[in-house]
Every structure is written in structure tokens, then in C-alpha cells.
């Protein structure tokens, strides 16, 4: 099993961190996780997250500590005691209504990306079973909870630079991994279902994979019941903007052809961006789809 609960070196505490008893140290690599799981704790600045506030509330220490936990480089320490176990037996936690859970435990190899589980009823035969969207780390307490959650059918990759631990979630759990070919690679080539062209493709009744080339040639957004869209690194939202936006800053593959996706993806309708990396973002289907046609435009003059 991979670690569970290191946290950081008081030492190396950066030194713009609020007095007090969090802290980030110097091996933050500005993965953003913290910054939105604890947004009043924690902000950026100068290429690392640092503690711009000590939580006050139990429900923002609580906040604080579920950070600690999910931060993929132990770079988050505190000078008190705290619970820890028990924070880190709150993931998977309830995220977008009793369908969409945080997995935490964010893991360096995919750069601290957010994993998703979906909780499906495995009463639905073939379109049943959960999916895990991406891959947090390896970890016991997180293992145990996914499945007393019920386990993992599909393990659905967005993209090849989130994969992360994916052999050992397929061994243990025996799920479908689904990865588009434009991503397979030497470590995914065993992967069990290989999406071909641009085209959505139904996985299951209320499950579409979304071909979304653009920050890497084989990119893929899952859309559920019309509600949820897990992103990956195609899509997360913007507070400072008001709608969704892309990474121009990573785009690997080709920025027309994004933007090109991005037109495809707003003909679709759903209420949650789910993001691999940055902010979720929720609105009513019908300000949903305003935003995309914002972001469509500001896509245009960047």
C-alpha cells in the first residue's frame, strides 16, 4: 500500500505561511488540490500553495485536514494534534449529491488530479456498478471505503497523464479501464477498452465517453445522466471568469483542435464540471449551457 499519512517537514515551512498551526513547506509543487477542498485556508503564490489563513471553525479545520490528507506531496503539516485517521476515513466524501464522491488521496504521478467516484446501482445489470473517474492514490483506508461503496466496475482515464496506480485499482477490484487510443501508451496498452475517433460513445444507459482531443491527442470527458461531466484536464471552471475554461497554458496536443471539442461539448447538457485539475463548477442546465457559449468566446480571444 502505498503512503498514507505523511505530512510536512516543519523546517522547510514556507515562510509566507499565516502564523499559526498549519503550514505548507517547500515541497509543494502547486497542484491547486488544497486550494479548492480548503479555500479559505489555503492560496498560491509564487508557483506553491501556502496557508493565507488559520481555519477559525471546526468546519474549516475540518476543511484543513482533509487537505492534509488528500495533498499527493505530504507537503501540508500542522503543529497540533488532529485526527487524522479519521480525516482520512472520510474519503470517498459526498461531493455532488448522492452520486458523485471526492476521492482524495490525490497522488504526485498524476500531479495531485482529482479522482471521482460515481456510485451506480449494480441492480441495473450491465449499466450498473460504480466508475471511478481517474486514479487517486493506492491507499488502504481509501480501498476499504471504496468498497464498502461498492466497489469499482468501470475505471473510465481521461487522459493518459492521470492514470496513476490503474493496475493495482484493475487487479484489485477486476474493473473495465477505458482509455482512448490517441493516449495508450507503453504502461496502458493493456487497458480493457480502447476508444476509437471522435464520436461519444454509450458505455452504459446514462454514460457517455466524449472524445475531447486538445490538451493530448487521446483526451476524453465522461458525461452521467445528463448531470455530471467529469473533465479531466479538458475542462474545470473559473470563479474569477464566471465559466468554464480550458488550460491554455497546458495545452499538449493542439489548441484548435480544443477549441473544436469544446464546441462539441457544449451541444451537450449537464450541471456539474468535475474537473481533473482547478475548481468544480455547478449551474442549472440552462446557465450551464450560457456559460459554455461564454467560454466558447473567451476561448477565441486567447
Not at 208 to 215: C, F, Q, S
Amino acid at each position: 500500500m502505498a503512503r498514507l499519512l505523511a505530512v510536512a517537514t516543519l523546517a522547510k515551512r514556507l515562510p509566507n505561511n499565516a502564523p499559526g498551526d498549519f503550514y505548507v513547506d517547500e515541497s509543494c509543487i502547486d497542484c491547486g488540490a488544497c486550494m479548492w477542498i480548503a479555500k479559505e485556508t489555503f492560496g498560491e503564490s509564487g508557483g506553491r500553495s501556502f496557508v493565507t489563513a488559520q481555519p477559525t471553525t471546526r468546519e474549516a479545520t475540518r476543511l484543513a485536514e482533509l487537505a492534509l490528507v488528500a495533498c499527493p506531496t505530504a507537503s501540508i503539516g500542522a503543529t497540533e494534534p488532529h485526527d487524522l485517521a479519521s480525516a482520512a476515513a472520510a474519503f470517498p466524501r459526498p461531493f455532488a449529491g448522492d452520486d458523485v464522491y471526492h476521492c482524495g488521496f490525490h497522488d504526485e504521478a498524476t500531479f495531485g488530479a482529482t479522482s471521482w467516484l460515481l456510485r451506480r446501482d449494480e441492480g441495473n445489470g450491465r449499466d450498473g456498478g460504480n466508475v471511478l473517474v481517474d486514479v487517486p492514490r493506492f491507499s488502504a483506508p481509501l480501498v476499504r471505503r471504496i468498497e464498502e461503496l461498492g466497489g469499482v466496475k468501470r475505471l473510465f482515464l481521461t487522459h493518459r497523464d492521470d492514470v496513476g496506480d490503474h493496475e493495482k485499482f484493475a487487479a484489485h477490484f477486476g474493473c473495465e479501464r477505458i482509455l482512448h487510443e490517441g493516449d495508450v501508451e507503453d504502461g496502458t496498452r493493456n487497458v480493457e477498452r480502447i476508444l476509437v475517433g471522435d464520436e461519444p460513445v454509450e458505455l452504459a444507459r446514462g454514460l457517455l465517453a466524449i472524445p475531447t482531443p486538445g490538451h493530448t491527442r487521446g483526451s476524453a470527458c465522461l458525461l452521467a445522466d445528463e448531470k455530471y461531466l467529469f473533465g479531466g484536464d479538458h475542462i474545470a471552471w473559473s470563479e474569477e471568469r464566471g465559466h468554464p475554461y480550458a488550460f491554455r497554458n497546458a495545452c499538449w496536443y493542439d489548441w484548435d483542435e480544443l477549441k473544436k471539442s469544446m464546441r462539441r461539448l457544449a451541444s451537450h447538457r449537464f450541471e456539474w464540471i468535475l474537473p481533473g485539475h482547478d475548481v468544480p463548477g455547478h449551474l442549472p442546465a440552462p446557465q450551464m449551457r450560457e456559460a459554455m457559449q461564454r467560454c466558447l468566446e473567451w476561448m477565441e480571444r486567447v
